[in-house]
């Protein structure tokens, strides 16, 4: 008589497939809840005075207010906008930038070496040139934006495409396929995770010029928050600031991984089958 394993029950498998992801819900928030004990306890036992770092309840009644009467939002929505337009242009420039210099060695014998030179370069060591040509109104900030956006999605696109396998790309040429369709069924699959991956750096690169070019001139925004209060005085209005930019971009860099995984189902199915 042989003795056979049960299979795991329904109840059991499910508590199975469960404890990773409990396990893991707990890393992602342990630092950030380590993080909020050592602010309040700092706060409530005075190791740092109010005026360097106002305690969380004043900062999330500080937000509270902000929302009630309406100028969070407005802010919000201005600083949106300008990183909806300024990342969009930039994102499409970069991918079409970096499209051509992956897929034609000519021009990126060209233009490589002087791209990679001028990308060195911080946005803002740009601001001072930048204004002389566009000024300081919006302009200013669209093509800020978008040139941070642009640089490490060029720098991707480039490299994604660059580094697609020759046997890959041979393997088209056997087949006879046209240029379009070496692009569109190989060399596209190949690069999409890279490509992904500098589009997110591209969304963090704008994300961060936009407080730099608020900070620099603005009179609305969350950057325009942050001076505001740090004339004011009124760290809590500086704190609540970061931490809506903060939420703002954790929440838009997880609607790109789940376009990635969207588009790229295959990642999806390998992660279920670990």
Sequence with gaps: ??????????????????????????????LPLVLLLAWGLSSRFGWLPEQILPAPEVVWATIAELWRDGSLIEHTLVSLRRVAIGFSIGALSGLLAGAALGLLPVVRSFVWPVFTAVAQVNTLAWLPLLVLFVGIDEELK?????????????????????????NLVELGRVFDFTPLQRVSAIVLPAALPSLF?????????????????ELFASFDGLGYL?????????????????????????SLNAVLEYLEHFVQPWKMEARHDR
């Design 142 to 166: 669209y093509v800020c934006i978008a040139w941070s956006t642009a640089v490490p999605v060029t720098l991707a696109t480039t490299r994604s495409i660059a580094d697609v396998s020759s």
């Design 1 to 30: 008589m042989t003795l056979t394993a049960s299979a795991p029950r329904p109840v059991e498998q499910r508590l199975t497939n469960l404890l990773p992801v409990l396990a893991n819900v707990a890393c992602t928030i342990s």
């Design 197 to 213: 991956t500098g589009v997110r750096e591209g969304l963090a690169a704008a994300w961060q010029s936009l407080v730099i070019v």
């Design 226 to 250: 942050m001076t505001w209060g740090r004339q004011l005085f009124q760290l809590e209005l500086v704190i609540a600031a970061m931490l809506v930019i903060a939420a703002i971009g954790l």
